[in-house]
């Protein structure tokens, strides 16, 4: 039986409907407005009911940027979206009119995460971490085949690690937090202060964007990176230094077989990768000792977060309750 995965963002939601092998077999998008939630109660409906004319499905999984309470009813906090306390799931079965509809709730980190597990380079492993590289630094982990949420379901909030005392304001409100080094917005901070500071050695990367500071993206520094520009080259191994050195860390704590690394920045591939491979295994405690785990590119792209929901979604409809088992068993 099908299952419909949502994919919610600031601006637009996504939604397909997902077999049972992950695959997405139609798809739709609507736009939404960040600051009415009702608005995106009423356009998943809409959404749902536009694929529900060609298509059956048994249950709706909600991917949410936000903390997602432990029940995965609600949204308790989302910093792009008006909902605070927002009881999503509940919203989405009223817009829809079917109360008795299996409707779940998961952090879309997580649900990319899963999605990754299930279908995705990580399919043959059994303990993961999957790091979302976007504006912020999203992330999953996934133990023993069982999707960790801890007490409350606000666990792997990894991004929010504090690496630097004192470091760069976050959006969380603390300072110095891993994604602040180790996340789109931060490459994009880095390349705009070397444009700043050293515009000669910036000269490609300014060219690009017609001589405007505010103009640059991530996309604009693995470009000049791809065409060997040396500034483009050393922002992204930054980047991977970032990423690579605080895998090592994680390791020390929750020893995963593997790392997926999935959001924008995997574009630039190994440009990202091998600093990231080369300042793990510099960085890891005993290393020597023990298993490398591998660093590898998500597969999945953008529709990660609509494959994962729908299949958290299937397995709860199916009893198998969010990290009360491995989906592949």
Same mark, same amino acid.
């Given at each position: 039986?099908?299952? @419909? ?22 798809? +739709? ?16 409906? %809409? ?6 004319? %060609?298509?059956? !499905? ?16 609600? &949204? ?6 008006? #909902? ?11 817009? @829809?009119?079917?109360?008795?509809? +299996? ?13 990754? !597990? ?13 790091? +979302? ?8 982990? @996934?133990? %023993? ?17 504090? &690496?630097? /005392?004192?470091?760069? /304001? ?45 103009? @640059? ?24 230094? #970032? ?11 929750? =020893? /995963? ?7 924008? &920045? ?18 890891? /405690?005993?290393?020597?000792?023990? +298993? ?25 409809? =199916? ?11």
């Amino acid at each position: 039986m099908h299952a @419909i995965g949502v994919d919610i963002g600031g601006t637009k939601i996504a939604v397909g409907v997902v077999d049972e092998d992950g695959r997405i077999v139609a798809k +739709t998008r609507r736009k939404t407005q960040p600051e009415d939630a009702a608005s995106i109660d009423v356009a998943i409906a %809409d959404a749902v009911a536009e694929l529900a004319s %060609d298509h059956e !499905f048994s249950a709706i999984g909600l991917a949410a940027a936000g903390f997602v309470s432990s029940d995965r009813e609600r &949204v308790l906090f989302a910093p792009n979206i008006a #909902w605070r306390e927002y009881p999503l799931a509940q919203r989405v079965r009223d817009a @829809i009119g079917r109360d008795d509809l +299996t409707v779940v709730v998961e952090n879309d980190a997580n649900a990319a995460g899963w999605a990754e !597990f299930a279908f995705g380079p990580a399919r043959e492993a059994s303990s993961v971490i999957m790091l +979302t590289i976007g504006t912020g630094l999203g992330a999953a982990i @996934i133990s %023993d085949g069982k999707l960790v949420r801890g007490s409350e379901g606000f666990a792997a909030e990894l991004g929010h690690l504090r &690496v630097v /005392p004192g470091g760069h /304001p976050c959006g969380c409100g603390l300072k110095g937090c891993w994604e602040q080094y180790a996340s789109g917005s931060a490459l994009v901070r880095e390349a705009k202060r070397a444009a700043h500071e050293r515009p000669v050695r910036a000269a490609g990367l300014l060219r690009l964007v017609g001589g405007e500071l505010e103009n @640059i993206t991530g996309p604009d520094v693995t470009k000049i990176a791809e065409d060997g520009d040396d500034l483009g080259i050393e922002l992204l191994t930054e980047l991977g230094r #970032w990423i690579g050195e605080g895998a090592a860390s994680l390791s020390a704590a929750l =020893d /995963p077989e593997m790392y997926v690394i999935g959001g924008g &920045v995997v574009a630039a591939g190994d440009m990202i990768l091998e600093p990231a491979r080369t300042a793990y295994r510099e960085h890891l /405690p005993a290393a020597g000792h023990r +298993t490398i785990a591998p660093i590898v590119a998500a597969s999945m792209g953008n529709d990660a977060g609509i494959v994962g929901a729908a299949e958290l979604a299937r397995l709860d409809l =199916d009893g198998n309750r969010i990290g009360a088992g491995d989906a592949r068993a």
